[in-house]
């Protein structure tokens, strides 16, 4: 059973920093790519960065700058790096990984609540 588990949210004020982690773990031989998206309430599912390999990374506009997405290949991990926070930025972050199994699929994290007062 592959499970992915985030940590690292919480509430900070606006200008201030966080960082997310996410871990894969279970049954499953390689993994394509990671990402990061948020839910803000009220709004749909939105990919803030991706990552495929370790170089090769994308951002949503809003973030390009402040938000940094990075990968540890030897833990199965993938991080967001969210720095200069804006109020905007709340929402519930997931994690989602492309994994091989029996077959390539997605699979998600439970999230984690990012909360940035003005």
């Known amino acids: 059973q592959v499970q992915l588990v985030e940590s690292g949210g919480g509430l900070v004020q606006a200008g201030g920093s966080l960082k997310l982690s996410c871990r894969a773990s279970?049954?499953?031989?390689?993994?394509?790519?990671m990402a990061w998206y948020r839910q803000a309430p009220g709004k749909q599912r939105e990919l803030v960065a991706h990552?495929?390999?370790?170089?090769?990374?994308n951002y949503t506009d809003s973030v390009k700058g402040r938000f940094t997405i990075s990968r540890d290949n030897s833990n199965n991990s993938v991080y967001l790096q969210m720095n200069n926070l804006k109020p905007e930025d709340t929402a519930v972050y997931y994690c989602?990984?492309?994994?091989?199994?029996?077959?390539?699929?997605?699979?998600w994290g439970q999230g984690t609540q990012v909360t940035v007062s003005s």
């Open positions: 989602i990984a492309d994994l091989l199994t029996g077959s390539w699929d997605n699979y």
């Open positions: 279970g049954k499953f031989f390689a993994i394509r790519s």
């Open positions: 990552v495929r390999g370790i170089v090769n990374t």
